[in-house]
Nanobody, 120 residues
């Protein structure tokens, strides 16, 4: 089994900052890709930022220059530093990981989500 546990969400005023963390645990042999998605009410889930399988970083255009993704490979943890937050960043933020498990092969896993609310 693989678990992704997110933390760090909350309520913040516009212009403020939050830092999200996502720790992956379980019978993981390797993590091919890992990142953050978000889903606002009435909208589809969208990519926020991610490390790709080849080690590149992707950001949504709407967060470039404000959000920074980082990782600690030794801890199987990815972070999302969110600065200059805007009300339109309000959403549930989900961690996602593409994981290889010796017993199951490759699989796609999601965290339970953490709420980020930005007040104007």
């Amino acid at each position: 089994q693989v678990q992704l546990v997110e933390s760090g969400g909350g309520l913040v005023q516009a212009g403020g900052s939050l830092r999200l963390s996502c720790a992956a645990s379980g019978s993981i042999f390797s993590i091919n890709a890992m990142g953050w998605y978000r889903q606002a009410p009435g909208k589809q889930r969208e990519l926020v930022a991610s490390f790709t399988e080849r080690g590149r970083i992707n950001y949504a255009d709407s967060v470039k220059g404000r959000f920074t993704i980082s990782r600690d490979n030794a801890k199987n943890t990815v972070y999302l530093q969110m600065n200059s937050l805007r009300p339109e960043d309000t959403a549930v933020y989900y961690c996602n990981a593409d994981v290889y498990r010796p017993s199951r092969g490759r699989g796609d896993y999601w965290g339970q989500g953490t709420q980020v609310t930005v007040s104007s």
